[in-house]
């Protein structure tokens, strides 16, 4: 496969363990963030959203959190597996319904069996 | 499911040539959105599109042109393809109502000789 990004941060996990990926956002406007997964070779795929007046959301296995204070965004992937193996990446948008998304460069997440 | 397909994944083309990327969402959204993605740099917006017939600059549209001629489809235009276009193209559409949520397709990994 090709990789999407070279130097990107690197997370290892062992299969079955906790993963907690990181993010710091720009725009202290912003008011809504996604999180989305990228394997090789392939388009990003959306995972979990978040808007601006929550501070947590949980999904299936994964939950977003979301600390305005100081901008930072995390994932948290439970009993992470093999397939969970891709690039990271949190978006923030700032604007409403006509705003464009601001892209992070991602994390690359490896899960070893 | 949201579907958004790209007319190729792979392409091969000379300098100076004009290159068509093609993209069809199937759910009717209202914004679509094309980005390239080089490692190092994260996705970049090149061109989007509010609607029909309507189109936006992004971050980087020069040597871009693009076309929203239907509600599903937004093409993006390489005038004249240059080596330094290069890249992984990604489209992706939104529905206004769904703030935000970007939806991409698989990519379009273009090699310009």
């Known amino acids: 496969g090709e990789s999407v990004g070279l130097h990107l941060p690197t997370l290892s996990v062992q299969e079955g363990d906790n993963s907690i990926i990181n993010c710091a956002y720009s725009n202290s406007a912003s008011d809504y963030f996604i999180w989305y997964k990228q394997e090789s070779g392939k388009g990003p795929q959306f995972i979990i959203d978040i808007r601006s007046n929550m501070d947590k959301r949980q999904g299936q296995r994964v939950t977003v959190l979301l600390n305005k204070t100081v901008k930072h965004l995390s994932l948290q992937i439970a009993a992470t597996q093999p397939g969970d193996s891709a690039v990271y990446f949190c978006a923030e948008n700032f604007g409403g319904s006509q705003g464009n998304l601001i892209f992070g460069k991602g994390t690359k997440l490896s899960v070893k069996p | 499911d949201v579907k958004v397909t790209q007319s190729s994944r792979y392409l091969v083309k000379r300098t100076g040539e004009k290159v068509f990327l093609e993209c069809v969402q199937d759910?009717?959204?209202?914004?679509m959105f094309w980005y390239r993605q080089d490692p190092g740099l994260g996705l970049r917006l090149i061109y989007f599109s509010y609607d029909v017939k309507m189109k936006e600059k992004g971050d980087i549209p020069e040597g871009y042109s693009v076309s929203r001629e239907k509600k599903e489809r937004f093409s993006l235009i390489l005038e004249s393809a240059s080596t330094n276009q290069t890249s992984m193209y990604l489209c992706a559409s939104r529905n206004i109502d769904r703030e935000g949520a970007q939806y991409f397709g698989p990519g379009t990994r273009l090699l310009v000789l």
């Open positions: 759910m009717d959204h209202e914004n």
